[in-house]
């Protein structure tokens, strides 16, 4: 058996996520950092600076603090601890920690309901969310990105790749492409590409956040992104937090259903915004997208081909259709035969 070598928490981190840099996507590299983070964490406060003194009892502590201090739902635990059980066998293999340690990292089972997230934008409260941007923030930012999000259904990293050139205002069109090339991926690389068909309306939209409100600046790679700051193409974390402000009940005239003073409430901050129970994430908006166009009886395929997502996945983690309404659906069908 190898002698053990010393290896610091952190530099174990930065050696693991190099070596996984050109293997996985982009995102994924960055999932592995954000989920490792904590591990450092509390290394640093157990006052393990050497990972050769990791045992199986002491990983198991650690499974229960990151539950307890973070709040974890056991489908996010299950998911953090995977990465640190690949992150072990990893050092196992540069001689950081004992063989075999990454077997005794308990993996938490998870039900299939558990699994899929029912946090969605209803379409009654995007209606509210875009007539309120509608009127006072016409062709804002927020209104432009959250009209394409909506309406589209697409994931947040496919607004983020969006070019200028791929809306298209005489075909009422968006066309959503992978460019690893100049660092805009999608999440189904080349399959994820499509072509977007909009309504007059949505262009309108589009067409006057192009002409006035939108920043005019190019990327780091001569790119003229669609969606952008001032420093250039708007950054996936911007994103989010544009979405997290935007649909705060208290952001579209809504009474807070927490009863909270917006004066005093932590939530009221725009950099705060995320810590609202109320709001939701673009991938919320993508779930409620998408099942407000399964309710209104568009084909399951065309869906499908729209949003970039299988039937299958569609059924298990973005329909929010009852039994009831399945039922009705099956039955308008059945009828016509």
Known sequence: MAELEHLSPAKAKEMFLAQREDEVAEKTHQIYHYRLKPFVQWCEQEEITNLNDLTARSLHEYRLWRKKDGNLKTVTLKGQLSTLRVFIKFCESI????????????????????????????????????????????????????????????RMGAAHSLDVGDFDPDEQSLEIRHRPETDTNLKNKQSGERICALSEKVCSIL??????????????????????????????????QMVYAATRPCAYDQPCPHNRDPDSCEAGK?????????????????????????????????VSDRVNSSPETLEKHYSQLTEEEKMEQRREYLDSL
């Open 95 to 154: 001689d950081g920690v004992e063989k075999g340690l990454h077997d005794q990292i308990l993996i938490p089972s998870v039900d299939d309901e558990e699994a899929v997230s029912s946090s969605i934008l209803e379409a009654d409260k995007a209606e509210k969310v875009l007539d309120f941007l509608g009127k006072y923030e016409y062709a804002s930012k927020r209104h432009a990105l959250i009209t394409v999000l909506w309406h589209t259904g697409c």
């Open 207 to 240: 067409q006057d956040y192009i002409d006035v409100t939108r920043d005019e600046v190019t990327d780091e790679h001569g790119r003229n992104p669609l969606f952008t700051t001032q420093y250039g193409r708007m950054h996936r974390s911007k994103i989010r």
């Open 270 to 302: 725009y950099t705060q915004a995320s810590k609202c129970p109320s709001n939701v994430s673009p991938h919320d908006i993508r779930r409620g997208s998408i099942t407000h166009l399964l309710r209104s009886d568009v084909p399951k395929q065309v």
